[in-house]
């Protein structure tokens, strides 16, 4: 299992009622249900996802996030997550504001766009960082909000939300120790868990 | 019937009768002292029992869903889309129900059938029976066949009001409800559609207060109108553009009033057709339940609450252009079913055809359903 995942599920408690906002395939929901008999739904607006979902046995909602989340009520889940789609969503910081209003806890994960891999593509070829975990060009990208470790952290702080744990991955999701150490240079996706 | 039988085709199928006769009570106070219901079945029912699915049919629907009934059938049952081997219900995995309703003009008791208590006709005698009542038959019929649970209540339109209903009044006898292009109730508008419709036909001086059959007569002209009306709320008006545009029947204007563009002449065909083919009394009593559903409405008005008496999976399907039960209409059933924490899956499919979309095979369509019910064939087979 991937190293994000295994970090995501320890924070997860067994038998609590979870919303995973931009689903994908539903591998993570499909996990917890079996591991952690979670109920809850993903939402997902991907065809073939949704499709892949089904087959799974993951409740699936086709819902785009762009749209809002009025349609849930307020505290009605224990943790609602959002991996690695933050920087695809129109409001991030709205989001997160929602987010916070659905769940008691959210977990949120993120490429850092200050990666040094990133960073050394942009001084040495003064273009857009395109690697394998951002495959695209910068006028086809779904990625229209970047945000770094740091810069999401200035977010927390502004808006008052509690930081409950925070850790940072590499490229083959490997959970190393200098990277805690360094994360805004070091690490590649960033893991959070936040509350109010 | 195409000259061979394709390979997805349940192929000749042949509907039987089965007979009840122990009365059902009726939600509107009286009861049925008696009755029988029509029903096709398709595919082998495992030795548990537990691989059965009942379909449930729309307003004008009835028992045959799939197949052919003679070689010499211009066109199979009414969803013979979604039925049959490698289908989304395969019949290779499921044992398919299929009924005619209470009520219905294709060989269950309804309106054309002799009244025991005086031995004519029912006509407008026949009691108003409601989607709940519908759901207690098909209930005895699942007794009758042996089956405690059935896999899956499927039904679009008029028929996901029964698989919605089946779930929150028998929720620990199906696995899961598939509810297509269908409402938690209707709107003004939506009775207001089936009022017009009522009017066309009781204002038909053939109708003579429904006892029409007795003057050996039918109300054709009323019924047509029904169905005309009715079948522009199936369409959208982009289909209907696409379909028919301005096109005329001739050249130019005729400066009359006989149906000049061509889609006058197609409304005219099929209400024509339709008036031969279905019982007035049964139309009003389909639209009728229709006009009553209203599962919220025993608590409180509070849909989520009537959810929380579901025990099933449910799978929620809309289509992109359907005015009459739009896209709107299946979110407020699903965010019921959030609210009340119930296992529900939702996709709103992206089709052109309006409401009449549930029976066109959309790719997009058929992989959803066919994902859920793939999924639901392992289910049964991992509890055996």
Redesign the interface.
Known sequence: MRVDLEIIQEWIQPGS?ILDLGCGDGTLLDFLQREKRV?G?GLEIN?DH??????????????DLDNGLG???DA?FDTVLMTQALQVVREPDVMLEEMLRLGRECIITFPNFAYWRLRWYLIRRGRMPVSQALPYTWYNTPNIHFCTFKDFEALCQEKHIKILNRTVVDEEYRHRWLSQLWPNMLGQFAIYRVTR | MPDSLPPDSVGLVEPRTLHFDEPLPLQGGRSLPSYDLVIETYGELNADRSNAVLICHALSGNHHAAGYHSPEDRKPGWWDTCIGPGKPIDTNRFFVVSLNNLGGCHGSTGPTSINPANGRRYGPDFPVVTVRDWVDSQARLADRLGIDCWAAVVGGSLGGMQALQWAISYPDRLRHAVVIASTPRLSAQNIAFNEVARKAITSDPAFRDGRYYEDNTIPRHGLMLARMVGHITYLSDASMGEKFGRELRDQAFKFGYDAEFQVESYLRYQGERFSENFDANTYLLMTRALDYFDPAYDYGNNLAEAMRQAQCGFLVISFSSDWRFSPARSEELVNAMIEARRRVSYAEIEAPWGHDAFLIPTQRYLDVFSGYMTRISEEVADAR
């Open positions: 009622h109920t739904y065809h949704i499709t892949t979902c089904l087959r799974r046995g993951v409740s699936v909602i086709e819902q349609n849930f009520g009605s």
